[in-house]
């Protein structure tokens, strides 16, 4: 026998595999029942040589898969799903999904965006499969039962952990653009290297990403920044002019930029590099993928504000709050589920706040907004911070380390002591339009944030009683000063308007 090794595990070659799932023998007997010639093909042959479990199945039907799918589906009293388009079908038994499709084979025109379909053999089946360590098949018939299929020397390539397709990579890629996404997404799971030529495909192939619905990139790309180390994937997306099409912004973060003043040389570093360390950074210590995505965005708008300052250097004043402003166009753009945009704009924006905060000079007061403002997602902003420090400099970074900790107990602190994990406003919006006699309006929101305020300046506690007293003390000249802002800001809006009337 011969051994191979990947990343994680010894892996075996033999001629034949031993398949233990019962669901899978199953389906093998009701093939020779029926006289179908049946392979299980794809992730779960690749992940049984890298000795990664896997509960769903994916096979290849000699004949017609959707009528052999509908006996499956007979057999285990579960309701097929038909893609008579593709012909393919999911068939759901328990926690499994079992996926058929018949071999057919694809012949390719270059010039052309769809290949030309028609009815072919096992050996057509593996050749249009995206990748070769994807190509392999093992059957399931009684008479070959775990016997390996490798006509593209997939088993070859994962000994050697590289990515590379069984055709021409153009023809790959060309028959399904998100392909390449996929090498991205295996070169990231996997810390395999994607073959040169494999490579020059995508780079070739890149622009035809755009002809992919974004909710197939999402898809994808979320799974890229799941990883275990991440930034080989967007590695491979940015080399190969991939990402200026599905994330422009991250991929206008590339570059070093220098300029020599007098005797000095000013530069900044590669912001793009610098976010992907952040992002693995991260990696070692959540899984949460929107505080990993918190960890790449967090400079996203730097490449925007970059300015240089003689005497200076480089500066990138408001990054974090024009980050945080762009998040909500960012997810609706590449259909982010939206719930999470509020917890990925608040770390963006309160990134460099704790920083500012080392300082023993501090004021409680200072402390204690910052609480108010992370409220639950304190303890995930100090996370980002600490991943934000990637200095080579082991000294800097223990130092930097103390001072987030420093910090983190200063906030605990006083968040404890004024019970801002559970802070609001004490007087309630409809108490303060009840008293004061007024509508629902941008008044109502002035006066309540007058009140947290004052809590957060330490001169009323985080109380009712203190702070309703406190707010008809003030009520009049709280109305009079929203009135006056109102009142302003109306007469901008007119002069606004008479400019371009």
């Not at 008579?84 to 010039?111: D, M, S, W």
């Not at 780079?203 to 979320?222: G, L, N, P």
């Not at 949460?288 to 005497?311: C, E």
């Not at 590449?334 to 770390?347: A, N």
């Amino acid at each position: 026998m011969e051994k191979i090794k990947s990343k994680n595990t010894s892996v075996t070659k033999k001629k034949k595999i031993k398949i233990s799932e019962s669901i899978v023998k199953q389906i093998g007997q009701l093939a020779d029942e029926l006289g179908v010639e049946l392979y299980i093909v794809g992730g779960y042959v690749r992940d049984y040589f890298l000795g990664r479990n896997r509960i769903d199945f994916d096979f290849t039907v000699v004949g017609d898969s959707i009528a052999f799918a509908k006996e499956v589906a007979r057999k285990f009293n579960s309701k097929p799903v038909i893609y008579q388009k593709f012909r393919t079908a999911l068939v759901p038994v328990g926690g499994h999904k079992i996926e058929f499709v018949g071999t057919r084979k694809e012949e390719y025109n270059l010039n052309s965006r769809k290949p030309v379909v028609t009815e072919g053999t096992l050996e057509d089946d593996l050749r249009r499969r995206d990748f070769t360590i994807n190509a392999m098949a093992v059957c399931v018939n009684e008479k070959s039962f775990g016997s390996v299929i490798d006509l593209f020397n997939g088993f070859s390539d994962l000994n050697g952990n590289i990515l590379k397709t069984p055709l021409n990579p153009e023809i790959t890629f060309s028959d399904d653009p998100l392909r390449m996404m996929r090498a991205a997404r295996f070169a990231s799971q996997l810390n395999f290297k994607i073959h040169h030529e494999t490579l020059s495909g995508i780079m070739k192939t890149a622009v035809r990403i755009k002809i992919i619905s974004q909710e197939r990139i999402t898809d994808e790309f979320i799974k890229i920044i799941s990883s275990a180390k991440p930034s080989g994937g967007l590695k491979v997306l940015n080399d190969t002019g991939l990402l200026k099409y599905i994330f422009p912004e991250l991929h206008r973060l590339n570059g070093i930029e220098f300029i020599k003043e007098e005797d000095k040389v000013y530069g900044h570093k590669d912001v793009f590099l610098h976010s992907l360390q952040v992002l693995d950074n991260i990696c070692e210590v959540t899984n949460n993928p929107w505080l990993r995505f918190a960890a790449l965005t967090h400079d996203i708008a730097k490449s925007v504000t970059k300015k240089y300052m003689p005497g200076t250097g480089w500066t990138f004043h408001g990054h974090e709050e024009l980050g945080a402003r762009r998040m909500s166009e960012l997810f609706r753009r590449m259909k982010f589920p939206m719930e999470h945009l509020p917890y990925v704009e608040k770390l963006v924006r309160l990134h460099q706040r704790p920083m500012v905060l080392v300082d023993d000079g501090v004021t409680d007061s200072a402390v204690r907004r910052l609480a108010f403002q992370a409220g639950e997602v304190l303890e995930d902003l100090f996370i980002l911070c600490k991943a934000d420090i990637t200095t080579k400099n082991p000294i800097l970074s223990v130092k930097y380390l103390k001072n987030y900790d420093k910090v983190a107990k200063k906030v605990m602190d006083v968040q404890e002591k004024d019970k801002l994990r559970e802070f609001q406003a004490p007087v309630r919006g409809e108490e303060i339009m009840d008293i004061c006699g007024i509508k629902p309006s941008p008044v109502v929101g002035f006066i309540k944030s007058a009140i947290e305020e004052a809590i957060l300046d330490n001169l009323i506690p985080n109380e009712y009683e203190p702070a309703k007293e406190y707010f008809l003390k003030h009520k009049d000249e709280w109305l009079k000063e929203a009135e006056s802002i109102e009142l302003s800001s109306k007469k901008k809006e007119i002069k606004g308007k008479d400019i371009y009337d």
